[in-house]
């Protein structure tokens, strides 16, 4: 089984900080993709940024500049790097990681359980 869990969301003032954390854990074979998703209320889930096996990137146009994502693959461990931060990042922001379990499995998304992340004065 494979389990992922983020952490490291808050409260943050606009054009405040803030790093988010995400380890993918259990039985893994290997990790292709990880990536940040966010959901505001009434809006759809959507992609924030992600980051291939071998450290490409892709990220919204909306945090392009401001946020930065990054892996540690020793670990399963991915991070977001989110500044200048605006109300309109207020959102459960939920982990994804593309796991392949054993060599003859094929890879399934396995996603967290969500932080919120909360841009207010």
């Known amino acids: 089984q494979v389990a992922v869990e983020e952490s490291g969301g808050g409260l943050v003032q606009p054009g405040g900080s803030l790093r988010l954390s995400c380890r993918a854990f259990?039985?893994?074979?290997?990790?292709?993709?990880m990536g940040w998703y966010r959901q505001a209320p009434g809006n759809e889930r959507e992609l924030v940024a992600d980051?291939?096996?071998?450290?490409?990137?892709n990220y919204a146009d909306s945090v392009k500049g401001r946020f930065t994502i990054s892996r540690e693959s020793a670990d399963n461990t991915i991070y977001l790097q989110m500044n200048s931060l605006k109300p309109e990042d207020t959102a459960t922001y939920y982990c994804m990681s593309d796991v392949q379990t054993t060599q003859w499995t094929p890879p399934t998304d396995y996603w967290g359980q969500g932080t919120q992340v909360t841009v207010s004065s």
């Open positions: 980051i291939s096996s071998v450290g490409g990137t």
């Open positions: 259990g039985t893994i074979y290997n990790i292709y993709a």
